[in-house]
């Protein structure tokens, strides 16, 4: 998950130490009526899954329970408004902790390596899963559901109603996260300046084919070129094609791990990742990661990779505003908002809620936005099959070093932001959609026109290929800060894309020789590969009818292809899946 330009910096702590440490129908009333609606739920129904709460907490009431996340607008939400009314509802004593991405990872690793309870709860990464899963620190919920925790899970929960179960499901076929919310990396564009008549006629003069939505990173590219270059200015304003950032910081390993690779054509087929390798170029065979270089039969220096930050590289230096180099993640996040950016492939959707104020340069007087999303464009490796882009999914985690009462309450509390009574309301203020149910609510129906295509891209057939960092990655925290020092250096200039994927690659295999020879992870930990010539595996993948590793194309910029945005829009279902699909 990332800590959006939009959060507060600063942690910040909400200790509900005032609520009545009774159980109360009538504040669960008031807080329907008041705070809970919409609701796919009638306000029947939402009362008896409140009374469900309340007699579940019986044995749980007056204690104090600690629950934490990173700070966006959703779990702003959580902590402001729901910890205070689970707390007058249950009588339960909520602390709803915010706090920076990188300080939730720390503080679990702490609690995990030290076995001393500092939470009762997380929101914690489904990119974590491949951690989770191999150190047996996390309870895993399917057991925790029908067993231990049975007496304290919700008989509406629901759980084939979550579109995000497949993230946090490993190798095991257990459940061992609950997403809590999501959001996508699409494609952001300036679909008044896409519909300009005048615009259009330039575009297809110079290029031979129609402004549109781009299917492929070629067509990005010229995109990118001609509202640089040829359009130069709107309004009397310079404008780019392009926007990125590159400054040498720990936001710029997820503007890669976030499955900048995918979108190349990196790793092999399958969803949500790819199998044998997947979008971080890692091999597993079994539960095992083998290697991460290409040596080894991994992808991380592979041609697909390469390519994908040699466009990265050239993109950020010929086409986003000249500032954008030195940029972090958080210092470029309002920049398309500003009105003088034509496109962006790396976008994303948590941000919608702050692209759609009133009085922004990129929003009408009528409240409708300039711009609008669409699914991102393909890179020249990339097959039907693969994974397209990146979903963050912060899912409810529970670990075995926290106490059984105190575990039994927290679910309670998780359970509560994630119910049927409070999460459609809870999708209308943070935009981060976990319910299928309330993806398809008329609510969401009524308010899609001002929100750019976010509803619409979340109820089509493409959503499937966005998905999280996947269970290949057997240590998340020790793998994932090796990406920006290595990426960092490409950036630069000090190295080149290609002995920047080297190093990275030979970092990787090093973490993973480490795990092995620990044997810390057991029988689902690295094993790693002998190495081979890289041709070697580009004819094992031929002979297996896998993918990766490619070998180089020798045209990595075919023929730009685009598609209309309202003719795309208009391809996808009107109607929500029968009940039996609706898990992804």
């Not at 559901?145 to 179960?165: A, Q, R, S």
């Not at 094993?527 to 009818?545: I, M, P, Q, T, V």
Request: some cysteine; charged content about 25%.
């Amino acid at each position: 998950m990332r800590t959006l330009y939009l959060a507060s910096a600063s942690a910040a702590a909400l200790l509900l130490s005032s609520a009545p440490a009774f159980a109360d129908i009538e504040a669960a009333k008031r807080w329907i009526d008041s705070e809970f609606q919409p609701s796919t739920l009638s306000k029947e129904d939402q009362l008896k899954e409140m009374q469900w709460f309340i007699d579940a907490a019986k044995p749980f009431a007056g204690m104090e329970i600690n629950v934490v996340s990173e700070t966006i607008t959703t779990h702003e939400y959580e902590a402001r408004t729901l910890a205070k009314a689970f707390s007058e509802i249950t009588g339960i004593k909520l602390r709803h902790d915010l706090i920076q991405e990188g300080d939730v990872v720390e503080k679990i690793q702490t609690q995990m390596q030290s076995g001393k309870n500092i939470y009762d709860a997380w929101i914690n990464d489904s990119d974590l899963i491949g951690t989770h899963f191999r150190y047996k620190q996390v309870v895993p919920l399917t057991d925790w559901m029908d067993g231990e925790g049975k007496d304290v899970t919700l008989p509406t929960l629901d759980v084939k109603d979550f579109i995000g179960t497949s993230f946090t499901t490993a190798p095991d076929g257990k459940l061992y996260q609950l997403p809590d919310q999501q959001f996508a990396n699409l494609y952001w564009f300036r679909y008044d300046w896409f519909t300009n008549p005048d615009i259009k006629a330039k575009f297809k003069a110079k290029y031979g084919y129609d402004l549109g939505v781009p299917v492929n990173w070629s067509a990005y590219e010229d995109i990118a070129e001609f509202f640089t270059n040829d359009v130069k200015e709107i309004d009397g304003v310079k404008v780019y094609g392009h926007m990125d950032y590159g400054k040498k910081d720990p936001s710029l390993g997820w503007r890669f791990t976030d499955a900048w690779l995918s979108m190349a054509g990196n790793g092999d087929k399958g969803l949500p990742n790819g199998k044998p390798v997947d979008e971080w170029g890692i091999r597993m065979e079994g539960c095992r990661p083998v290697g991460s270089s290409i040596e080894r039969g991994g992808d991380t220096n592979g041609p697909a990779a390469v390519y994908s930050v040699t466009k990265y590289v050239e993109w950020l230096k010929k086409y986003a505003p000249p500032q954008a180099a030195g940029m972090t993640f958080s210092e470029s996040g309002p920049v398309p908002a500003q009105g003088n950016v034509a496109q962006q492939m790396f976008w994303y959707t948590a941000f919608t809620a702050d692209m759609v104020k009133d009085g922004l340069p990129v929003v009408n007087a009528d409240g409708t936005p300039k711009w609008r999303m669409a699914p991102s464009p393909k890179g020249a490796y990339w097959k039907d099959g693969m994974k397209l882009g990146y979903q963050d999914a912060g899912s409810w985690t529970l670990l075995k070093s926290t106490p059984v009462d105190r575990r039994k309450a927290a679910w309670l509390y998780a359970q509560f932001t994630m119910s049927k009574s409070v999460s459609l309301k809870k999708s209308h203020v943070g935009l981060t959609f976990i319910r299928e149910s309330d993806i398809w609510d008329k609510s969401f129906t009524e308010r899609a026109p001002k929100l750019g295509g976010l509803v619409e891209f979340y109820r089509s057939p493409a959503r499937v290929q966005w998905t999280p960092t996947g269970v290949n990655v057997p240590d998340y925290p020790k793998l994932a800060q090796l990406w920006w020092q290595n990426i960092g250096d490409a950036s630069s200039g000090a190295k080149t894309p290609q002995a920047a994927m080297d190093a990275l690659a030979a970092a990787q295999d090093s973490v993973m020789e480490r795990l092995e020879r620990s044997g810390v992870q057991g029988e689902c930990g690295p094993k790693l590969n002998k190495k081979e010539s890289a041709e070697f595996w580009f004819a094992k993948a031929e002979k297996d009818g896998t993918t990766a590793p490619q070998r180089k194309l020798s045209n990595e910029k075919p023929k730009g292809e685009t598609v209309d945005y309202d003719q795309l829009i208009k391809s996808w279902p009107a109607s929500p899946p029968k009940k039996a699909a609706m898990a992804q």
